[in-house]
């Protein structure tokens, strides 16, 4: 069974940071890039950044750039998001997904090109509080 499984979420206050994972299973995430979501409440899911299956090419949204840092093992069939100077606007839940175009610039800051194939998992709930 094909699966992305997200972790590392919690409670930070802002200014802090965190380190999300995203653990695959079931297939060899390597050959896939992979996309950073999130979905606040009450707000569309949007994407945050991805990385190219090489681990060559990552892009980010705009209200992340500069703060946000993804990367990847593949030895360890995980990918990583590193969000430093974490805002309020940052709470959300946060999910992975392969896409299924690659992770192309987002033009003009929209990151719509990334497109998430296969069904979401549960994602892991970030919230960034005082």
């Known amino acids: 069974q094909l699966q992305l499984v997200e972790s590392g979420g919690g409670l930070v206050q802002p200014g802090g940071s965190l380190r999300l994972s995203c653990t695959a299973s079931?297939?060899?995430?390597?050959?896939?890039?992979i996309g950073w979501f999130r979905q606040a409440p009450g707000k569309e899911r949007e994407g945050v950044s991805c990385?190219?299956?090489?681990?060559?090419?990552?892009n980010y949204a705009d209200s992340v750039k500069g703060r946000f840092t993804i990367s990847r093992d593949n030895a360890k069939n995980t990918v990583y998001l590193q969000m430093n100077s974490l805002k309020p606007e940052d709470t959300a839940v946060y999910y992975c997904?392969?896409?299924?175009?690659?992770?192309?610039?987002?033009?003009?800051?929209?990151?719509?090109?990334?497109?998430?194939?296969?069904?979401w998992g549960q994602g892991t709930q970030v919230t960034v509080s005082s």
């Open positions: 997904a392969r896409l299924v175009i690659g992770c192309p610039f987002p033009v003009r800051g929209t990151t719509t090109t990334w497109i998430p194939r296969g069904s």
């Open positions: 079931g297939f060899t995430l390597g050959s896939s890039a």
């Open positions: 990385i190219s299956s090489s681990g060559g090419t990552t």
